[in-house]
């Protein structure tokens, strides 16, 4: 008796192994393109959406550094709106590599050196008159990039300073070389970084997929607490803070925060190929990346309805801005909780064991 | 004696061969060794005892702190020390006291880092106090030169394979839930992940293979100990158990676990075997040639206080993992008797937890890495009790300060404390954790069910 029991479980554990085996090799016959692969998605990230925005960053970071030569040669008034038409549309493309905090741009420190904001003019006033500064050191992290650029091209008697102090100029081309250089470093270390990003489709947390995940959550909340939320006073208990905008002199700040959004959106669909929301759709998510694709277009659009520029808005038109507000708060939700769950990525760098 | 008196007497008072509690000894002691190496390694000293803050203690354990910047290193170097002591046996007494208790400490520091495995570490070191586990085959032999004893009591050995056996049992009961077993979760998500692996990996995505796991990995952590105990089925299930183990080692970040599992299970094995893996040991090192003598029956001292402490502690390990049935709502959701039930790998849960600190109807939205670690934050926006931590230290941050914003300053006195916090458990749709109306500040502390926290609305489960 004993033994036919014993056998029996031991041929129900077999039989279960067994099934195992057989049902893997049937489905892999019928069903072949059931599958998601991720490196297909990590491809088309890399081909269409970071790699274009690398190119297109990196050629309008050289304009800016030919408008700039053209301005030192013929210091105008004209020439100076072309140099700051030439930073704005640089700031823009920015919005399209910020998002990508991993990899060449992670190492290289290039997030923080190209867009530290708002920046310290106070730094930016004495590194001129001074006239010595190592622009490379930590301390002056919020005195170069494109958002000095903002000081240095915004501040009031910003073109009389220009055309008149030689250190002024000197800065300014400081900043400018500098960027150009890292621009040019960074764009060739992703042209090599690219294979190892598309082969990185695992699930551990130094994975290119998990770095994906994560910076482009990151990147959100960055988006809906540095760029919105601070000024107008989610911090700072209903108190408004423009002085906290990201380029309050040159009244961009809320074009930057738009094409952000606009950004992001982008990565998610990852352009017009397979994205984050092809994923989800895969995994039966269909009405979460309804509601994330949503999510994104009320945000822009409420943006977009906004006619003056941002500081203005905060006192005319702050509902609204608190609108788009919440609704990038109701996204943060969606983006950073739904969406890595279902794709089985943690939501911390920190690598650690679980059970 | 009547059949029970027997039975108890074979599995408690007989004298039985030492040599399965020496390789386990040994087998224990290298596995620590080698996890607390790779805890140091891996830079986990720092990022999860040095640098946070804040710590989230255990109930009853706030009076326990981490040492200051890098003396935290010291109780990992002791650990290292004295697993090297454990393995050779010296000094065996004091060496599994300061083990049990330096593990200990660490582990009371942040529940952010409770493992079931740790927990499992916890137990074995302070089984390991009262178990005789280095009287053969030890440095303490050698320089005490005590007589060789190569017999044990045999609770010594059973007590050890009672408590793997209910780690397993309990994790199988555990997976006897309708997620579980009916929608695959939350193994459907994390399998379909590791779709990169070579030649399985687009099985991983195919729902039945889930469905597969999840059934097998039931009935396996079910039954496995039974089939270890026999020995006509012990090499057929000690196939499965490395099978299992390096199944889940190979998809899922689990360290060092499924080799201590893999180790310690030979504790099954019959003594014979031991005898002989000791013996080539002993060749391979030129140790000690004797070969371990024939067992005979010796009676125990103190056989009441054993007797007694056995059942104190067999007690409690049933009684712990099923304290669960005493409270209501969902355990997954609501965590309330989760811990220290070797509910390993059970679910797939992540949060979102916006804080604020209110006084008048106006708000501070709290940046969470302000104050909190990642790993931190990620665990405490899906854990209750956390919440409630890291609410009372925001609001001691907060009260009777003077905040000065641009010209305005503005004296809080004693500010609340609310959140936005919504979770996704097991895919389903993530929905309000916490009544965002209370103020958490003022919740008690304790170990009373959470009447703050949402039901888990099952209606949304239609994706």
Known sequence: MLNTRKFKLIFAIFLLAGGLLISCKKKKVEEPDAVFNKKELLINLADNVIMPAMSSFQSSIVALEIELTSLENTPTLGQFDNFKNAWKSAYLSWQHIKIFDFGPIKNAGFKSATATYPCDSVKIINNIQSGAYNLSSI???????????????????????????????????????????????????????????????????????????????????LAKNAKLGIPIGKQSLGILRPEYLEVRRSDFSLALLKESVVALKNTYLGASGKGFDDYLIFLEKTSLNQSIVGNFDQSINGLAAISTDFETAMTTNFSDLNNVYLIMQNQVVNIKTDMPSAFGVLITYQDNDGD | MTR????????????????????????????????????????????????????????GFSWIKPLPDSWMYLPFIVLLIFCLFLVFGFLYRITTAVLFLTFTYIELLDKTTYLNHYYFVSIVLFLLMFISAAKYYSVDNLIFSRKTQPLVAAWEINLLKFQIALVYIFAGLAKLNYDWLFKAQPLKIWLQANHNIPIVGSLLQQKETAFIFSWFGCIYDLFIV??????????????????????????????LFPWIMICITTIYFSPIWHQKFLNRLKTIFKTDKNELSVFQEKPVKNKKLVYTLLSVFIFLQIAIPLRYLAYPGNLYWNEEGFRFSWRVMLMHKQGNATFYIEDKNRRIEIDNSDYLTEFQEDQMSTQADMQIQYAKYLQQQFSDTILKFNETEIHLKNPKVYADIFVTLNGRPSQRFINEKIDLSQQNYNLKHRNWVMPLNEMKTTE
């Open chain 1, 139 to 221: 301390e002056n992290i919020d005195a170069i990039g494109l958002t000095s650029m903002d000081y240095l091209l915004y501040q009031n008697n910003a073109l009389a300073d220009y055309q008149s102090t030689t250190n002024y100029r000197l800065y300014v081309r400081a900043v400018v070389d500098k960027l150009l250089n890292e621009t040019n470093q960074v764009k060739s270390a992703w042209d090599a970084y690219r294979a190892t990003f598309v082969e990185s489709d695992g699930t551990a947390s130094t994975s290119a997929f998990s770095l994906l995940v994560n910076e482009f959550t990151r990147d959100f909340e």
């Open chain 2, 4 to 59: 029970a008196q027997s039975f108890f007497q074979n599995i408690v008072n007989r004298q039985v061969s030492i040599a399965p509690l020496v390789t386990f000894r040994i087998l224990f002691g290298l596995l620590l060794f080698l996890g607390t190496l790779r805890f140091l390694l891996k830079g986990w000293v720092e990022t999860l005892y040095i640098l946070p803050k804040f710590h989230f203690t255990y109930y």
């Open chain 2, 226 to 255: 039974f089939f270890l105990l026999k020995s006509s089925t012990r090499p057929i299930a000690y196939l499965f158990v490395v099978v299992f183990h390096l199944i889940t080692w190979l998809l899922f970040p689990i360290g």
